[in-house]
């Protein structure tokens, strides 16, 4: 029986070994994360909670001044990443993305320790898990673990990606609207120009996730951009501008 399945992204341009039937597996969320990094100059991108690293891949593959760190505390994810970045496929960034096993709940001296040291990432991205406790459970514990929010998850991720990026660097998640005012406290005064972007599925439709980014140290006011919609009217068919994002061709530039 098949465990694993070897998934394309980018309309092919790379490829992401993933469990099949355990753990998380990536897809359109991932890839509107890793559009939320845009940048002329070179960059270090963290990726914190990375899996199997497709979100990390995704800013690689577009951006060739990218180096990213795949950063993931289970040893079954991080070695799919690192098998991953041994394909063939990917060889073009490979050189560029590294995979360390951490716990995003480290600090202090310990997170240093485990090579995330202070004000070392221009942007850090995250998909936290976000699935309630109320929500219908999952049979694999390995999936549970990457799906299930606890109490404090948005403060403990948040404080991590303060404490590693650097001053004026971005913060870039995605999560469900519900999850809007965990957020917006857990930045507080660590990240400030909170950017809001509601993701829905079709016009006249409920928001389903919340595109998210923000600037350590800045003290600029919160913004609640236009609405994402993802499928055109009617129909499966997706808007431009999202399939531009979700398939690499564009990044979901910040309005200021």
Same mark, same amino acid.
């Given at each position: 029986?098949?465990?694993?399945?070897?998934?394309?992204?980018?309309?092919?341009?790379?490829?992401?070994?993933?469990?099949?039937?355990?753990?998380?597996?990536?897809?359109?969320?991932?890839?509107?994360?890793?559009?939320?990094?845009?940048?002329?100059?070179?960059?270090?991108?963290?990726?914190?909670?990375?899996?199997?690293?497709?979100?990390?891949?995704?800013?690689?593959?577009?951006?060739?001044?990218?180096?990213?760190?795949?950063?993931?505390?289970?040893?079954?994810?991080?070695?799919?990443?690192?098998?991953?970045?041994?394909?063939? =496929? !990917? &060889?073009?960034?490979?050189?560029?993305?590294?995979?360390?096993?951490?716990?995003?709940? #480290? %600090?202090? *001296? @310990?997170?240093?320790?485990?090579?995330?040291?202070?004000?070392?990432?221009?942007?850090?991205?995250?998909?936290?898990?976000?699935?309630?406790?109320?929500?219908?459970?999952?049979?694999?514990?390995?999936?549970?673990?990457?799906?299930?929010?606890?109490?404090?998850?948005?403060?403990?991720?948040?404080?991590?990606?303060?404490?590693?990026?650097?001053?004026?660097?971005?913060?870039?998640?995605?999560?469900?609207?519900?999850?809007?005012?965990?957020?917006?406290?857990?930045?507080?005064?660590?990240?400030?120009?909170?950017?809001?972007?509601?993701?829905?599925?079709?016009?006249? =439709? !409920? &928001?389903?996730?919340?595109?998210?980014?923000?600037?350590?140290?800045?003290?600029?006011? #919160? %913004?609640? *951009? @236009?609405?994402?919609?993802?499928?055109?009217?009617?129909?499966?068919?997706?808007?431009?501008?999202?399939?531009?994002?979700?398939?690499?061709?564009?990044?979901?530039?910040?309005?200021?």
């Amino acid at each position: 029986m098949t465990t694993e399945t070897i998934d394309s992204f980018h309309r092919g341009q790379f490829q992401v070994i993933q469990p099949l039937g355990q753990g998380h597996r990536s897809g359109m969320d991932a890839m509107l994360l890793a559009s939320l990094v845009a940048s002329a100059r070179p960059c270090r991108v963290a990726d914190l909670g990375a899996g199997a690293g497709a979100a990390g891949f995704a800013v690689a593959s577009r951006l060739d001044n990218a180096e990213v760190l795949l950063v993931e505390r289970s040893p079954l994810m991080a070695d799919f990443a690192r098998r991953s970045l041994a394909l063939a =496929e !990917n &060889a073009r960034f490979g050189s560029r993305i590294s995979v360390l096993e951490a716990d995003v709940s #480290l %600090t202090g *001296r @310990a997170r240093v320790a485990a090579g995330l040291a202070d004000n070392s990432f221009d942007h850090v991205i995250m998909n936290p898990p976000f699935n309630d406790a109320s929500d219908r459970k999952t049979p694999d514990a390995l999936k549970a673990e990457a799906h299930a929010m606890t109490d404090g998850l948005f403060d403990t991720w948040i404080k991590m990606a303060c404490s590693i990026a650097r001053p004026g660097g971005q913060l870039s998640l995605i999560a469900r609207p519900e999850s809007i005012a965990e957020i917006i406290s857990a930045c507080g005064r660590r990240f400030g120009g909170i950017e809001i972007t509601p993701v829905h599925p079709r016009a006249g =439709e !409920n &928001a389903v996730r919340i595109l998210v980014t923000a600037i350590k140290q800045s003290r600029a006011r #919160l %913004t609640l *951009r @236009a609405p994402l919609i993802v499928h055109e009217a009617e129909t499966h068919k997706f808007a431009a501008v999202v399939d531009d994002m979700n398939n690499g061709r564009t990044a979901y530039h910040r309005n200021r």
